[in-house]
């Protein structure tokens, strides 16, 4: 065959590849038209501008008001009532089609975001693409999680992307331990990425995040029935984690001598208008910018700060939440702890243990509390388990003082003197280096969400 039939007979090969070999790979289902059911951020009534101004270099998740949805599967329509989606936003220091025709690429997905080794097209058809990824979690001393999920995007007109489960395979034993069975085909997970215009230079990054998973061993289950908080904060560190990622790419972090303190009220200005705003639909999380040390040495404590209503006035809500003797009650990992009273606080030893299955391990820690107002209580690690923890808690009326708005912000380091689960575990971030915050975050927020109830259950007696 004469060369140039043989590169007419190879061109004309390749133009069939993204019509036959790659559909076939694919459900028919995957590649038809459909609706993404989660809110868009002009559904809020919201200015892009005045939002980015107030977040600044931070980022913020946020709870929508629930909706009832519809999504497509493999057996036809699927209905959800009560979806509860959750934002993050955050301000990238990108033009917008620059940054829309990175994350168009789905190929290069794996050097946008943390663990993803791999990411492939396998199939298209006009706007609307499926592609598969894994993703590969190291543990320490033990074999990797490895997890393999195909995802139906549809490049939406505007310039987003929404976002679909198909399904996904583990190939690991401990991912199926873990709670990700062979099969995730009616996994409910949906996501929309937005990406607005703020100027030439700057755009606003929404991403948009709701799943329904239910996880199937008996290892998965036992952590739901004991820590039933993760269904609320899931969505939150998925949207966090998955923006964050991006957030810190394309934004450079600041440089700072020494920990700056805890944020609260007078140091949000702006942004307290939207948390209170927000903070209707569920929790509000603020992670504050990334900073990097002047010289060589420690990073300055990078916070993360919660925003919870409760229904409780604040005199009552900040009266049981610093009655410290009783909250062992709504935290059950506090074993024991002792009070000495100060003048302006209280000296605290907190002996805390955690217990899950085969999972166990203590944390022995002394903190001081101080308050610094009325409504402000700012607490720092004086020794223990952990090298560095600087927080603060803040209670601020709201609908006329029938409820509260409490904040509570944490930054910490572990150190060598944690427990060994728990450096174990920090070994991940080291291909996540965010991972302390999210971390934080979650307990900050499985604390709150006990908290939020307790306090209420008991200021209504």
């Not at 609706?35 to 002009?42: C, L, V, W, Y």
């Not at 393999?148 to 976002?163: F, M, N, P």
């Amino acid at each position: 065959m004469p060369l140039k039939r043989i590169a007419l007979f190879l061109l004309g090969l390749v133009a069939l590849l993204p019509s036959t070999p790659l559909w076939a790979k694919v459900p028919a289902w995957t590649l038809a038209p459909w609706e993404n059911p989660a809110p868009r951020f002009n559904e809020l009534g919201l200015s892009p501008v005045e939002l980015a101004r107030a977040v600044d270099r931070r980022l913020m998740v946020f709870a929508h008001p629930v909706r009832d949805i519809t999504i497509p599967g493999a057996k036809g329509p699927r209905h959800f009532t009560g979806a509860r989606f959750v934002s993050s936003v955050s301000r990238v220091d990108l033009p917008v089609q620059t940054l829309r025709r990175r994350m168009q690429d789905f190929t290069d997905y794996r050097t946008l975001f943390p663990m993803l080794s791999q990411s492939d097209v396998l199939a298209l058809d006009g706007r609307h693409v499926v592609a598969r990824y894994r993703l590969e979690i190291p543990l320490p001393a033990l074999a990797n999680i490895a997890i393999d999920v195909r995802i139906k995007h549809k490049l939406e007109e505007d310039g987003g992307i929404s976002a679909l489960l198909i399904d996904g395979k583990a190939e690991s034993l401990l991912a199926m331990l873990g709670g990700v069975s062979d099969e995730l085909a009616d996994q409910p997970v949906v996501v929309r990425w937005e990406f607005i215009p703020l100027n030439a230079q700057q755009s606003l990054l929404v991403m948009t995040y709701w799943d329904r998973v239910q996880l199937k061993s008996f290892f998965a289950r036992k952590i739901m029935q004991d820590y039933p908080e993760l269904d609320t904060v899931r969505p939150y560190v998925v949207a966090a984690g998955a923006s964050e990622a991006i957030h810190r790419m394309f934004l450079a972090p600041l440089r700072e001598r020494r920990d700056l303190p805890p944020p609260g009220r007078t140091s949000l200005g702006a942004l307290n208008d939207w948390v209170e705003k927000f903070s209707p639909h569920g929790p509000v999380a603020i992670i504050e910018p990334e900073l990097a040390p002047v010289t060589e040495g420690k990073a300055p404590l990078r916070y993360a700060t919660v925003a919870y209503r409760i229904n409780a006035a604040p005199h009552e809500s900040r009266a049981l939440a610093t009655h410290y003797q009783r909250l062992v009650e709504p935290q059950k990992e506090l074993k024991k702890i002792t009070v000495k009273p100060r003048e302006t606080g209280a000296d605290l030893g907190l002996d805390i243990r955690i217990a899950i299955l085969v999972i166990r391990f203590g944390l022995e820690l002394n903190v001081a509390t101080t308050w610094d107002s009325a409504d402000r209580l700012s607490f720092r690690r004086t020794a223990g388990q952990l090298a560095r923890l600087w927080g603060a808690s803040e209670w601020h009326p709201l609908e006329d003082g029938r409820q509260t708005l409490m904040m509570v912000s944490v930054g910490h380091e572990l150190g060598e003197e944690a427990p060994f689960i728990l450096r174990m575990a920090h070994r991940i971030t080291e291909r996540i280096p965010y991972a302390d915050t999210l971390g934080m975050m979650v307990v900050q927020m499985v604390a709150m969400e006990r908290m939020q109830s307790w306090v209420g259950q008991q200021a209504s007696r």
